[in-house]
T-cell receptor
């Protein structure tokens, strides 16, 4: 069965530290990959997505993610986090050739200390 | 972002009550979704509607009954729920490229926080 694993459940960083959140998926076929963010009290918003082309995807607010097909991974990175990045981050995978099926990870809670 | 709205935002109901959750999307999308978000669990996809037809029902108990009268509106009718059904219920929409299976980005509403007593 399709699954999405986010290895870090809770991450605490100081401002200006670098961030990398892991995401691995189990499906071997064509996939579309997403990172969503949920700020406190707000709804899920798209951070970035990968459909095809350059495996290094740049999103909003300085975030980027790299699709490594051989590792079934789509890790999220930011070189220098800010207090306003405190939020819940969700990795998601959709099966590109099989209709509307989205699979989400359990989420990673990021707390940035000023 | 008010592309996808949900009402009510909070709902408390007893196990014998009947209630409905409403979702409306203003983005011109043709696919809508219901998800359940529980603490410490991945988002669970419950139902998918594409062009107003249900295309996915992920083994959801019959006490949850979806309805999609048109491409902009989606309802989730609730009856005889259990306390374990307490969760955040999220609605989302996307522009499904019919015939290609290519799914576009999903846009989420703020959710309805449901508590079943």
């Amino acid at each position: 069965a399709q699954s999405v694993s986010q290895h870090n459940h809770h991450v605490i960083l100081s401002e200006a530290a670098s961030l990398e959140l892991g995401c691995n998926y189990s499906y071997g076929g064509t996939v579309n990959l997403f990172w969503y963010v949920q700020y406190p009290g707000q709804h899920l918003q798209l951070l970035l997505k990968y459909f095809s082309g350059d495996p290094l995807v740049k999103g909003i607010k300085g975030f980027e993610a790299e699709f490594i097909k051989s590792k079934f991974s789509f890790n999220l990175r930011k070189p220098s986090v800010q207090w306003s990045d405190t939020a819940e981050y969700f990795c998601a995978v959709s099966r590109g050739a099989a209709g509307n099926q989205f699979y989400f990870g359990t989420g990673t809670s990021l707390t940035v200390i000023p | 972002e008010t592309g996808v709205t949900q009402t009510p935002r909070h709902l408390v109901m007893g196990m014998t009550n009947k209630k409905s959750l409403k979702c409306e999307q203003h983005l011109g999308h043709n696919a809508m979704y219901w998800y359940k978000q529980s603490a410490k669990k991945p988002l669970e996809l419950m139902f998918v509607y594409s062009l107003e037809e249900r295309v996915e029902n992920n083994s959801v108990p019959s006490r949850f009954s979806p309805e999609c009268p048109n491409s902009s509106h989606l309802f989730l009718h609730l009856h005889t729920l259990q306390p374990e059904d307490s969760a955040l219920y999220l609605c989302a929409s996307s522009q499904d490229r019919v015939g290609t299976g290519d799914t576009d980005t999903q846009y989420f509403g703020p959710g309805t926080r449901l508590t079943v007593l």
